[in-house]
C-alpha cells in the first residue's frame, strides 16, 4: 500500500477543503457484532468518518478497535477513539499496531473519563501517559517510525490520521487554546470540541485558535450534541461539569412540548426541536472562521444524525475515493 | 516513616536559578530520620550549594534551618524569622512538606531539595525498603502482616508468580519475594489453606486511583462545614471515553 492510499477518507475530505461531518457510534456492552452493523446501516452516507468510543464514561464495553474493524467492513470509516484510562504505553502501541495492521487509519487520543464514574468503580486506572504524550508517541511512530523508547518499528510504520479532543467550556477558558497548541505540536491534525450550546464562547475559543497561528495547522471539528428533551439539557446544564448549556437553550427544549398531552407525540417534539436546534448550530458554526467540520455527537441516538446532516444541506457527502476504506 | 533520598547537588542548584539568597530548610520528622532532610543535611547542603555555586561563579548566600515538622501549617510558623529576604526556599522535607511551605507561604518560591520515595523502614544501617503502599484497603489481616501491594512488583493477590526464584523476585535478586515470604510466614502459622482462596479483584477506589485522598472526621472538626460539599460527580466530557 502506498502512503497515499493509506490516507484515510476523513483526512482526503479535510484536505479537499470540504465542510466535514463526523458522528459516534457507541459500541454495545456486549459481544453482538448486528448492533454495530445496525448502527452503521444509520450512519453510512451520512459521514465521512465515525468516532468508535473506547469504553465511554468508564463503563466497559466492546473493544473500541474491534468494533471500529466490523464499522469498517460495514462501510463506515471509523475513527478510533483511544483512552490512557486503561492502557499503559506497552498495551497502547501493541493495539494500535494491531488496529493499523486491520486497516483503521484514523486515530483519536484522549486521556477518558475517570472510572469513578463508570461501571467499575473499584478498577485501578493507568494514566501512564496522558492524551499529549500519546499524540506525540504516535506521531513520532508514523513520521520517525520509533516507538515510545525511540526504538525502531519493524517494516512500514503505522502513520494515522492523528485527533484530539478540546473542551472550549472547561476552565481555565484562556488557557484551552494553549492547550490545543500543545495538542497540535505533539501531533494532532484535526480536534474535535466538546459539545458545543455556547456559541459567542466557542467564537471567542476559534478566535484565539486564530491568533495562535492554529487554524491553518489543524482542522477543527465543532462538536454538536443534539438533545433529546428538556430533561437532558437540563442535566448538561447543572450536572456536567465543563458543559454550558444557555438557557434560551433549555427554554427552547421546553416550549417544544408544551400543549402536547400523548406521551410519544411529546417526546417526538422534543426530538424534532433538539434536530432543528442542532441543525441551526452547524449553520452557525459554518460560519465561523477555521471550523473545518461538524462532530455530531448523537448518544445512543444514532438514528438523528441523517436527518442533521441533510437538514444542514450537508447531503450527499463527498463519495469516498478508491482506496479510502478498502481495508478490513 | 515516609523516605526520601537527596536530588542530585546541581539538580539541585539548577531549580534555584536566578535566587541569591536560598533558605534550605529541614524536617525534623521522618526524613531526619532516614538521614535526606535533618537538620544536620541541610547544614551540608547549604554549605554544598555554596560551594557549587562558587565553582560557576554564581553569587549565592545559602543559609540553613528546620523544622519540627514540615508537613503542619502551625509548625511552619516557626521558620517565618529565618525566611525574611530569602528569594528561593529549598525544602528537605517529602512532598507534603514541600507543598506545606508553599500554602503556607505562598509568596515564597519553594523547590523540593528530595524525592519521595515510599513508606518504608531501615532494615539495615544505611538500607530502607518499603512497606506499605498507602492503598486505603489494608490486606495484611489476609497476608499474615506481610504486604503483597507494596512489596510484590506485581501486586498480585493470588500468590507468587513464575518469577519467584530462591526467595528473590525476577526483577533483581536484591528484591525479596513478597509471596515467598507470605507462603513461608503461613506455612509456619498453619495457614497455608488461606492461599487456596481465590482473592476477587481489588477495589482500588480507597487509594490514589479513586482520586486525591481526603479524609473528614465530623467528631474532630472545629466549627460548621463549609456550606458548600462536593457536587454530584458526573464525568468531566461527553467526548472523553
Keep these: ?328 | 516513616m515516609i523516605v526520601a533520598e537527596q536530588k542530585p547537588l546541581d539538580e539541585i542548584l539548577a531549580l534555584t536559578e536566578g535566587a541569591e539568597r536560598v533558605a534550605v530548610l529541614g524536617c525534623g520528622t521522618c526524613v531526619t530520620v532516614c538521614f535526606a532532610g535533618g537538620e544536620k543535611e541541610a547544614e551540608v547542603l547549604a554549605a554544598s550549594l555554596r560551594m557549587r555555586a562558587r565553582v560557576q561563579g554564581r553569587s549565592l548566600d545559602a543559609t540553613h534551618g528546620v523544622v519540627q515538622r514540615q508537613c503542619e501549617w502551625e509548625y511552619l510558623d516557626a521558620a517565618r524569622p529565618s525566611l525574611e529576604g530569602v528569594d528561593c526556599v529549598v525544602s528537605l522535607a517529602c512532598g507534603v512538606g514541600v507543598q506545606a511551605m508553599v500554602e503556607r507561604f505562598p509568596e515564597l518560591r519553594t523547590v523540593p531539595g528530595l524525592n519521595t520515595k515510599f513508606y518504608g523502614l531501615p532494615t539495615e544501617h544505611g538500607v530502607w525498603e518499603a512497606r506499605c503502599a498507602g492503598c486505603g484497603d489494608c490486606v495484611l489481616g489476609l497476608t499474615d502482616g506481610i504486604c503483597p501491594v507494596a512489596r510484590c512488583s506485581k501486586s498480585l493477590l493470588n500468590g507468587p508468580c513464575g518469577g519467584s526464584q530462591g526467595g528473590k523476585c525476577e526483577i533483581s535478586p536484591d528484591t525479596p519475594c513478597a509471596w515467598h515470604l507470605i507462603y513461608e510466614r503461613m506455612e509456619a502459622l498453619g495457614h497455608l489453606d488461606r492461599l487456596a482462596e481465590i482473592q476477587p479483584p481489588k477495589d482500588w477506589s480507597p487509594g490514589p486511583s479513586g482520586g486525591p485522598g481526603r479524609i473528614v472526621r465530623e467528631d474532630l472538626r472545629r466549627g460548621p462545614p463549609p456550606a458548600e460539599e462536593s457536587e454530584p460527580a458526573q464525568p468531566s466530557s461527553l467526548l472523553a471515553s
Design chain 1, 1 to 328: 500500500m502506498s502512503q497515499t492510499d493509506a490516507r484515510s477518507n476523513l483526512e482526503r475530505v479535510l484536505e479537499s477543503g470540504s465542510f466535514a461531518v463526523t458522528a459516534e457510534l457507541g459500541p454495545p456492552k456486549g459481544a453482538d457484532p448486528a448492533v454495530i452493523r445496525r448502527k452503521a446501516d444509520l450512519l453510512r452516507g451520512a459521514a465521512d468518518a465515525v468516532n468508535i468510543t473506547d469504553n465511554q464514561t468508564a463503563v466497559v464495553r466492546m473493544s473500541s478497535i474491534a468494533a471500529a474493524l466490523l464499522a469498517q467492513q460495514a462501510g463506515v470509516e471509523p475513527v478510533v477513539q483511544m483512552t490512557c484510562r486503561d492502557r499503559n504505553r506497552l498495551a497502547i502501541q501493541a493495539d494500535l499496531l494491531g488496529a493499523w495492521a486491520l486497516g483503521l487509519r484514523n486515530l483519536l487520543c484522549l486521556s477518558g473519563d475517570h472510572q469513578t464514574f463508570g461501571n467499575h468503580p473499584g478498577a485501578k486506572n493507568v494514566w501512564d501517559i496522558d492524551s499529549i504524550q500519546l499524540l506525540k508517541i504516535m506521531a513520532d511512530m508514523g513520521d520517525r517510525g520509533v516507538f515510545a523508547n525511540g526504538e525502531e518499528v519493524e517494516g512500514e510504520p503505522p502513520r494515522f490520521f492523528l485527533g484530539a479532543a478540546e473542551n472550549p467550556f472547561a476552565e481555565p477558558y484562556p488557557y484551552r487554546p494553549f492547550r490545543v497548541a500543545k495538542k497540535v505540536k505533539a501531533g494532532a491534525r484535526f480536534i474535535q470540541t466538546q459539545c458545543i450550546y455556547n456559541m459567542d464562547r466557542f467564537r471567542e475559543f476559534m478566535a484565539r485558535l486564530g491568533d495562535l497561528g492554529l487554524l491553518d495547522k489543524v482542522y477543527v471539528l465543532a462538536g454538536l450534541s443534539p438533545l433529546k428533551g428538556p430533561g437532558m439539557a437540563k442535566y448538561m446544564r447543572d450536572q456536567v461539569p465543563g458543559m454550558d448549556v444557555p438557557d434560551e437553550i433549555v427554554d427552547r427544549m421546553v416550549a417544544a412540548g408544551k400543549g402536547i398531552d400523548d406521551k410519544a407525540e411529546r417526546s417526538k417534539a422534543f426530538r424534532a426541536e433538539g434536530i432543528r436546534i442542532c441543525i441551526e448550530q452547524i449553520q452557525e458554526v459554518r460560519e465561523i472562521p477555521g471550523v473545518a467540520g461538524v462532530h455530531i455527537m448523537a448518544i445512543e441516538w444514532e438514528e438523528a444524525v441523517r436527518p442533521i446532516v441533510e437538514g444542514a444541506g450537508l447531503l450527499p457527502r463527498p463519495q469516498p475515493l478508491p482506496g479510502a476504506a478498502e481495508a478490513g
